[in-house]
């Protein structure tokens, strides 16, 4: 009569096998296209703590792109050292991360592909842009893009001028400096136009701005618009220091 396997040993076998079809199995290829489909903050930037094969995967420029002033060595692939320039390189459905701290100057980066721009601290006060005096904005939008985790800050004109496409803006802050000048600033314009005609089907793929979880200081009004659409579904909390906005401007 043949004895059976000991228990012990079919567990051990069951965790071996356990262990062969671990995710780290996987090759760089096959890690990277999952990385792919995370969302840039906080779950991509979180695998990038796990391990150093995690962390070269989960940074590589083929899944973002990086704004950092203070890197030297500009050679280094995905690395820019403003935001222009990372803008001209990127390439459809990109995402660019701007480094924290110090000062990023944007004035009239036009955005003509669907990126997504993502500040890289904990707070969107850790990573601020500056539209200097004199331009229309710090950045202009003519296509659908995700602005997430930064501070745009504007002398004069605006922070955010919308031309079209579906702009979303989350959990950022936008300010407008008080100066005499102060009922020329919004914090965001938008110009878009629509066909007289709009279907019910098309709409969904409209030209529109959402904003959610966005403090909102200074300037004459939150959003002006000078097109075809129209402020909708408004929701403010109001804290001592400041007015955080959800809102959508979109096709009626």
Same mark, same amino acid.
């Given at each position: 009569?043949?004895?059976?396997?000991?228990?012990?040993?079919?567990?051990?076998?069951?965790?071996?096998?356990?262990?062969?079809?671990?995710?780290?199995?996987?090759?760089?290829?096959?890690?990277?296209?999952?990385?792919?489909?995370?969302?840039?903050?906080?779950?991509?930037?979180?695998?990038?703590?796990?391990?150093?094969?995690?962390?070269?995967?989960?940074?590589?420029?083929?899944?973002?792109?990086?704004?950092?002033?203070?890197?030297?060595?500009?050679?280094?692939?995905?690395?820019?050292?403003? $935001?222009?320039?990372?803008?001209?390189?990127?390439? &459809?459905? =990109? *995402?660019? +991360? !701007?480094?924290?701290? #110090?000062?990023?100057? /944007?004035?009239?980066?036009?955005?003509?592909?669907? $990126?997504?721009?993502?500040?890289?601290?904990?707070? &969107?006060? =850790? *990573?601020? +842009? !500056?539209?200097?005096? #004199?331009?229309?904005? /710090?950045?202009?939008?003519?296509?659908?893009?995700?602005?997430?985790?930064?501070?745009?800050?504007?002398?004069?004109?605006?922070?955010? +001028?919308?031309?079209?496409?579906?702009?979303?803006?989350?959990?950022?802050?936008?300010?407008?400096?008080?100066?005499?000048?102060?009922?020329?600033?919004?914090?965001?314009?938008?110009?878009?136009?629509?066909?007289?005609?709009?279907?019910?089907?098309?709409?969904?793929?409209?030209?529109?701005?959402?904003?959610?979880?966005?403090?909102?200081?200074?300037?004459?009004?939150?959003?002006?618009?000078?097109?075809?659409?129209?402020?909708?579904?408004?929701?403010?909390?109001?804290?001592?220091?400041?007015?955080?906005?959800?809102?959508?401007?979109?096709?009626?």
């Amino acid at each position: 009569m043949e004895v059976g396997e000991p228990k012990w040993k079919k567990l051990a076998k069951q965790s071996e096998n356990s262990i062969n079809s671990s995710i780290n199995n996987l090759d760089d290829g096959c890690l990277m296209h999952i990385f792919s489909f995370l969302s840039p903050l906080p779950d991509r930037y979180n695998t990038a703590l796990v391990c150093h094969r995690w962390r070269f995967l989960a940074c590589h420029p083929r899944l973002w792109l990086r704004v950092d002033r203070s890197v030297k060595d500009h050679s280094e692939p995905g690395v820019y050292a403003s $935001i222009d320039t990372a803008v001209s390189a990127a390439r &459809p459905g =990109d *995402t660019i +991360l !701007i480094s924290a701290g #110090g000062i990023h100057r /944007a004035s009239n980066i036009q955005i003509k592909k669907p $990126i997504c721009l993502i500040g890289a601290g904990e707070l &969107p006060d =850790d *990573t601020t +842009l !500056i539209c200097s005096r #004199g331009s229309d904005s /710090a950045l202009e939008f003519l296509s659908t893009c995700k602005l997430a985790n930064l501070t745009v800050r504007a002398e004069l004109g605006c922070c955010l +001028l919308h031309r079209s496409g579906r702009l979303t803006i989350d959990g950022c802050i936008l300010q407008c400096e008080s100066n005499p000048l102060d009922h020329l600033s919004h914090a965001i314009i938008t110009t878009a136009s629509s066909p007289d005609v709009v279907s019910s089907v098309l709409k969904s793929s409209s030209d529109s701005v959402s904003v959610s979880r966005t403090r909102i200081e200074g300037g004459a009004k939150a959003v002006l618009t000078s097109g075809t659409l129209s402020l909708q579904q408004v929701r403010v909390i109001c804290t001592r220091t400041s007015l955080v906005f959800w809102f959508n401007v979109e096709h009626s």
